[in-house]
T-cell receptor
Framework: DGGITQSPKYLFRKEGQNVTLSCEQN?????MYWYRQDPGQGLRLIYY???????QKGDIAEGYSVSREKKESFPLTVTSAQKNPTAFYLC???????????FGDGTRLSIL | GEDVEQSLFLSVREGDSSVINCTYT??????LYWYKQEPGAGLQLLTY?????DMKQDQRLTVLLNKKDKHLSLRIADTQTGDSAIYFC?????????????FGKGTRLSVIA
């Protein structure tokens, strides 16, 4: 089945450690997105990519990095510079034109 | 302002209709979306409406758009306990597509049996 796969479902980070969240899609979508969700909050955009080898910062990019080497994959690294990384991270993708965004099931990141 | 606004909570009895409201900010928004999020899960696309439409119906869901007032609503007929979730309104602010959506903070719908 076509869809978006995020892994792992749960992730724990130690102080000073970088961690990488995986997002893979087999929908042949051009654009991919990373959002952060905190309790009682809406979704805030971290980074997005409209095409391979290109990406743009969102509203809260500090402390995060991304790469887009393949169309199917858009991994997000939470660096040690992100001082409050505990949150639910959602990856999405969308196709050409006005196609809606579709979401993965999320990764919950916690601090040890 | 820049925000998409939604009320945070709604409680209804099973079998009644639910109406979730949203106000958006950009009169040039092209598409407006409703997503549903169940606990611990991602967002599920429920329905969306193009800005030149007034209404869209899809089974138990009815979306109404008042472009003059920048007001969007989602009506769920015959609400069931399985409809309990958080509902997000989102707007697309460009014509070109493939750009991030702007989301409201979500409305938590509780259905009382």
């Amino acid at each position: 089945d076509g869809g978006i796969t995020q892994s792992p479902k749960y992730l724990f980070r130690k102080e000073g450690q970088n961690v990488t969240l995986s997002c893979e899609q087999n929908l042949n979508h051009d654009a991919m997105y990373w959002y952060r969700q905190d309790p009682g909050q809406g979704l805030r955009l971290i980074y997005y990519s409209q095409i391979v080898n290109d990406f743009q910062k969102g509203d809260i990019a500090e402390g995060y990095s991304v790469s887009r080497e393949k169309k199917e994959s858009f991994p997000l690294t939470v660096t040690s510079a992100q001082k409050n990384p505990t949150a639910f991270y959602l990856c999405a993708s969308s196709g050409q034109g006005d196609q809606p965004q579709h979401f993965g099931d999320g990764t919950r990141l916690s601090i040890l | 302002g820049e925000d998409v606004e939604q009320s945070l909570f709604l409680s209804v009895r099973e079998g009644d209709s639910s109406v979730i409201n949203c106000t958006y900010t950009d009169s040039s928004s092209t598409y407006l979306y409703w997503y549903k999020q169940e606990p611990g899960a991602g967002l599920q696309l429920l329905t969306y409406i193009f800005s030149n439409m007034d209404m869209k119906q899809d089974q138990r869901l009815t979306v109404l758009l008042n472009k003059k007032d920048k007001h969007l609503s989602l009506r769920i007929a015959d609400t069931q306990t399985g409809d309990s979730a958080i509902y997000f309104c989102a707007e697309s602010r460009t014509l070109s597509g493939n750009t991030p959506l702007v989301f409201g903070k979500g409305t938590r719908l509780s259905v009382i049996a």
